[in-house]
């Protein structure tokens, strides 16, 4: 494989290099408007030719800076060094994005040769003994040659960067580290195409309408449109990206159905085959541990968390396990009402895994009266998108306009929109790409083509964001109906892109750049909004009669918010335990099995048996291929930060409170990266975060609900449903 991978990259390069004028890579910035990529222009074969000739303009300005003679300043040495890859920065962003939305086997080449082409350049970078001289003199200096405080951060970072790039390493240990690096780059890239290929090879194929029993009409509706799409006319088709597994774990009343879908998605990259991840996870975790060690720290994680809020893998540990015994409790509890109803409609076996989804929607309907098929219908999801923009605009003043000839990667991107202020000026471009297809990933996420960057000329990069999801497609005529999941996720992406946008800074290592466990933040805030009626009833018309959500559905959303948060707290929490302790040995610990060493993982915090963590080891994306590693506990810690920002607003008696808005933008999303991202909150709150807010969020401090069950019942045969014609 990795001849025919060199082949065909080779191949790629030699095509390319022909008609290296006719490369729209090379022709920065963009003729287009608005400056976006020309997507349509660009081929896989000008990829590799195009990071050749931006890794050579970098490399060309770094040796500038190295072999300058002249003493070491900011202005000679920091300021071309942070702007180095500009070139670089965006062809990066193109390919890698598109490899996230529109990967074929061909990127996947192009991909793999980049990245081993990234990793070497940039371990040759850090290791450049006379440009790191340089920029230790400016560290060295940054007190006493009249530096400003953003400066003084920014030569701080950089110096830092270089340290644990391995910069103090001897050239014998400088050698090993680049291999490791080279090794970790080509693993994490396995394990990605591994998911991707496990995600889109399982199908659940449906042919008789009795097996679609407790399916609402639109799943069923969508399962017959995506199985027409597949060739399979007649049929109805499940998936296991979530959009169509999640509805189907929910509604479908037939248990081997469900242990069937729910196994595939559990099992992913541990079947055994040439796409399973176990020895992937395994080496990866010590090659971390060696990596972490020669740089001086006692593990991968206590190497990662040491840039974070945190500061230490103990007090991550520390902050969720305080969450773990209240949410385990609750769970537990949670498990039992659903065991007690499920006996009323005699269902006398073992409630497993798979069977969490199903028990639960139906005791949440039973006991609220909330049934997720009647919310949907307020949730169409242009109105939701309308919904994001006004609350924006209450907020921040900023306005959207639709742009309908702007180039797009994927004709299936939804739709783009012109950020404007408040004043008219122009902000930045947002894509939306709203429906899963086989080449994109599986989740949702915020990414931009184009990062926000003030210049010393008075202009401004602005920022080119793109919101990715993987909702339900449309049916027919009718529009996309979102679930009450699905617009907490549309709202915390946009709160992503909301980060981007309004980033302000003169230097990219400050502009923007914040520790992975704040990241979260800015989208987090975001999904309080539309958990407020105030928001709520702006937004939330039927999708057929445009009335507004009844005050009664919202009563009953809040009366069921803190339902089953038990069992996502916990799911959550046992995915961030379980990357922790993959990221907490050291290089001498001896893993053999990967399935047995999950297991004493979840062993020793006490999950039980009915709830898996939210992602097992062998498809952990976020750890071993996503950049999260040692990370995953930053959305619950986020969590903690979104909770107390938003009690502002709520302790104000304005959710849409101005004044606050301007200053959590100020000082929480345009301007945090200058300074240390527990200052910038503390600019905005005036206060350290209180956990009180996050664990009433999610109503880890309730005594247990009282449910009674009542007596068995005969269950009534639920009727086959009707089909809409194929």
């Known amino acids: 494989m990795k001849k025919l991978s060199t082949i065909v990259a080779a191949t790629l390069m030699a095509t390319a290099c022909t008609t290296m004028n006719d490369n ?3 022709k920065t910035p963009f003729q287009t408007e608005y400056n976006v990529p020309p997507f349509e222009e660009i081929k896989p074969s000008h990829y590799v030719p195009a990071f050749e000739a931006a890794i050579d303009d970098a490399r060309r300005a770094i040796d500038l800076i190295a072999s300058n003679r002249a003493d070491a300043t900011f202005q000679n040495t920091i300021i071309p060094f942070d702007r180095r890859d500009e070139h670089l920065n965006v062809i990066s962003n193109i390919l890698f994005n598109i490899c996230e939305t529109d990967v074929t086997d061909t990127l996947n080449i192009v991909s793999a040769t980049v990245r081993e082409m990234l990793t070497s350049y940039g371990d040759e970078t850090v290791m450049n003994d006379a440009l790191f001289m340089r920029v230790k003199k400016v560290y060295d200096d940054r007190f006493n040659s009249g ?18 790039g391995g910069a103090l390493l001897s050239p014998a240990d400088k050698d090993k580290l680049k291999e490791i690096n080279l090794e970790l780059a080509k693993l994490s890239h396995k394990f990605a195409m591994n998911l991707l290929a496990e995600t889109n090879a399982y199908q659940l194929v449906i042919d008789t309408v009795p097996d679609l029993a407790g399916l609402p009409e639109g799943v069923i509706a969508a399962a017959a449109e995506r199985a027409e799409k597949a060739g399979k006319s007649g049929k109805w088709l499940f998936t296991l990206q979530k959009a169509s597994m999640i509805p189907f774990l929910t509604y479908s009343e037939k248990h081997d159905l469900r242990k069937q879908i729910y196994d595939a998605y559990s099992k992913r990259g541990n079947n055994d085959n040439e796409n399973d991840n176990k020895d992937i996870i395994i080496k990866l975790s010590h090659l971390r541990a060696q990596k972490a060690e020669l740089l001086g720290y006692k593990s991968h994680a206590h190497y990662v968390i040491s840039e974070n809020m945190a500061s230490t893998p103990e007090a991550v540990d520390s902050f969720l396990m305080e969450l773990w015994t209240p949410a385990l409790q609750k769970a537990k509890y949670e498990l039992k009402d659903m065991k007690d ?65 702007v180039p ?37 996420w915020c990414t931009s083509f184009q990062s926000a960057l003030d210049n010393f000329d008075g202009t401004r990069e602005a920022a080119q964001v793109s919101n990715v999801c993987n909702f339900t497609a449309p049916v027919g005529d009718q529009p996309a109906l979102l679930t009450y999941d699905d617009v907490e996720t549309m709202f915390h992406e946009f709160g992503h892109g909301l980060h981007a946008l309004f980033s302000k800074g003169y230097y990219r290592k400050t502009c923007g750049e914040v520790p992975r466990d704040y990241v979260e933040l800015p989208s987090q805030i975001m999904e309080h909004w539309p958990n407020e009626p105030e928001c709520l009833k702006t937004f939330a018309k039927h999708f057929q009669t445009g009335e507004a959500i009844p005050d009664a559905l919202i009563e009953k959303v809040k009366k069921a918010g803190t339902f089953n948060q038990g069992f996502a707290t916990v799911e959550y929490l046992a995915a961030s335990l379980l990357d922790l302790k993959w990221h907490t040995i050291d290089s001498k610990t001896v893993i053999s099995d990967a399935n047995a060493f999950e297991a004493e993982a979840m062993k020793g915090i006490g999950l039980i048996d009915e709830i898996l963590p939210r992602y097992r080891s062998t498809y952990l994306a976020h750890c071993f291929s996503g950049g999260y590693s040692a990370g995953y506990y930053v959305y619950m810690w986020a969590e903690l930060l979104d909770c107390d920002a938003f009690a502002a607003y709520k302790e104000s008696g304005d959710i849409y409170n101005t004044e606050l808005a301007a200053s959590f933008r100020k000082n929480c999303l345009a301007e945090v990266g200058e300074d240390d991202a527990m200052n910038q909150y503390l600019k905005f709150r005036g206060k350290k975060p209180d956990v009180k807010y996050l664990i009433e969020k999610r109503g880890l401090n309730e005594k247990r609900p009282v449910y009674v069950a009542p007596k068995p019942v005969v269950a009534v045969p639920v009727p086959a449903p009707e089909v809409p014609a194929q």
Request: proline share 2%; net charge neutral.
């Open 24 to 26: 729209p890579l090379l």
């Open 147 to 164: 530096l400003d405080s953003s400066q003084i951060r920014v030569a701080e970072l950089y110096y830092k960067q270089f340290v644990r």
């Open 341 to 405: 109803f499920a006996w009323r409609y005699n269902h006398t076996t073992t409630l497993e895994a798979c069977d969490w989804f199903y028990w639960a929607e139906k005791l949440r309907k039973a006991k609220f009266d909330v049934d997720e098929t009647e919310l949907s219908q307020y949730f169409a999801l242009p109105n939701v998108r309308a919904g994001l923009f006004e609350v924006a605009n209450k907020l921040y003043g900023i306005k959207f306009k639709k742009l309908d000839n």
């Open 408 to 444: 797009v990667y994927n004709k299936e991107c939804s739709e783009v929109f012109e950020v404007t202020e408040k004043d008219g000026s122009y902000l930045g471009v947002f894509y939306f790409d709203y429906f899963p297809r086989a080449s994109k990933g599986a989740g949702a």
